[in-house]
């Protein structure tokens, strides 16, 4: 009995986290389509705002900085993932000349 109690415990407390992470953003239907938007929205909005992204204008190697500093301090991105978030954010939020 005790187990089964154990087992519906954990059940309840993993269900919702894993539909919270399959849910979109309302926030990130405001952000401009383009190759990357999808990989920043699944990866990025776990822990930001899109306001983190207005609010800079960086060009696209800052951005790959950026993402790199969030992956030491823990972020589980490849080297793709990264490449296509730096692409994104350097060509929809980078400095305009």
Do not use: I
């Amino acid at each position: 009995m005790l187990k089964f109690a154990a087992a519906a415990l954990a059940s309840a407390l993993l269900v919702p986290s894993a539909f919270a992470q399959q849910k979109k953003p309302a926030a990130a239907v405001g952000f401009p389509d383009a190759p990357g938007k999808e990989v920043l929205v699944s990866k990025c909005f776990q822990c930001h705002s899109p306001n983190m992204w207005m609010d800079q204008r960086q060009d696209r190697r800052a951005w790959e900085s950026t993402l790199y500093r969030m992956v030491g301090r823990g972020a589980l991105w490849t080297e793709d993932e990264v490449r296509q978030m730096a692409d994104y954010l350097g060509n929809v939020y980078g400095r305009k000349q």
